[in-house]
């Protein structure tokens, strides 16, 4: 059964950290406690047991802890890292409110402060694989949500045509084009488009770019960081890139062996460079260093006997 009451936490004092290149790990994972700010989102002892009391049962994650700060006209860049299988995308859709992630087995996941009990517009997700609608143009796909909302097709039209804009497509030659007609890139900037039209409080990406060749992918990856500064949502993301992770995130989870849970929280420094230039940048590579490492010896160190 789900639990979705928060029971009080103690007073806590703040963290210590050690510095690493250009971020930070902390001695442990935050609690509520320590924020000026009230959290987007609290995970509570969270377990999530699939099948439970059949044969094939399997606990994906295991007592997960963690809070992400609502930061006033900002928002977080959340990126969490772990094993394959580590659980990542079941902690992205449970807060996404998902079947069969949602709900919980055990603990409780809040948004916004109230119990997530379903998807709801407040959340935006971009997937890994291209999940754009076959039969409808590049416009129809990025006012999809809009239309749902029953707003009027003149305004969700010149909405759309601006999102297409926003994402670095040309609204004359694209806006009628079909899914099929698109490059893998493209699609993911109309699925983009699709989710921040909606102005979510809350973006959720599982491998949005693990498909794209890299130039690609690090051009997808200025763009986000362009519009996450622009639109100010808290944005959860799922890599199994270090790099990918230390240039885009203000924070970073690293998670342990399948079942999953919270093992690290590291704090990064904003990414003041393209890229490819941050990937030169020494600072850059201290700290992918320092978290590959982490990663490999967090394994070593939970690996069966």
Not at 89 to 102: C, D, F, K, V, Y
Request: hydrophobic share 35%; glycine share 8%; aromatic share 6%.
């Amino acid at each position: 059964m789900s639990t979705t009451s928060l029971p009080p936490m103690p007073p806590y004092p703040l963290l210590p950290k050690k510095p690493i290149g250009m971020g930070a790990e902390l001695n442990e994972v935050r609690p509520a406690s320590v924020l000026a700010n009230p959290p987007v989102v609290e995970f509570r002892q969270v377990t999530k047991t699939y099948f439970p009391g059949q044969a094939n049962q399997f606990t994906a994650i295991r007592d997960v802890n963690f809070v992400v700060e609502d930061l006033p006209d900002k928002g977080e860049f959340v990126c969490v890292l772990g094993p394959s299988g580590c659980g990542k995308s079941t902690i992205l859709r449970l807060i996404a409110g998902l079947e069969p992630q949602h709900p919980t087995t055990s603990g409780a996941v809040h948004v916004l402060g109230q119990p997530v009990i379903g998807p709801g517009s407040d959340r935006g997700m971009v997937f890994q694989d291209y999940t754009s609608f076959d039969h409808r143009s590049v416009l129809d796909n990025v006012t999809f949500g809009l239309e749902c909302l029953g707003v009027p097709r003149k305004v969700r039209d010149e909405l759309g045509r601006q999102w297409i804009e926003r994402v670095g497509l040309n609204v004359v030659v694209d806006q009628n084009k079909y899914p099929h007609q698109l490059s893998g890139g493209m699609r993911q900037r109309v699925a983009i488009a699709r989710s921040l039209i909606l102005k979510p409080r809350i973006m959720l990406m599982d491998e949005p770019f693990g498909a794209l060749d890299p130039q690609t992918r690090m051009n997808m990856q200025d763009l986000l960081l362009r519009l996450w500064r622009e639109v100010q949502a808290t944005v959860f993301f799922i890599t199994h890139s270090i790099e990918e992770a230390v240039f885009l995130g203000d924070r970073i989870y690293v998670m342990s062996n399948s079942p999953g849970t919270i093992l690290r929280e590291l704090e990064i420094e904003p990414s003041n460079k393209p890229s490819k230039d941050m990937q030169r940048d020494p600072r850059f590579q201290e700290t992918v260093g320092y978290i590959r490492d982490l990663i490999a010896q967090l394994e070593e160190n939970h690996r069966p006997e």
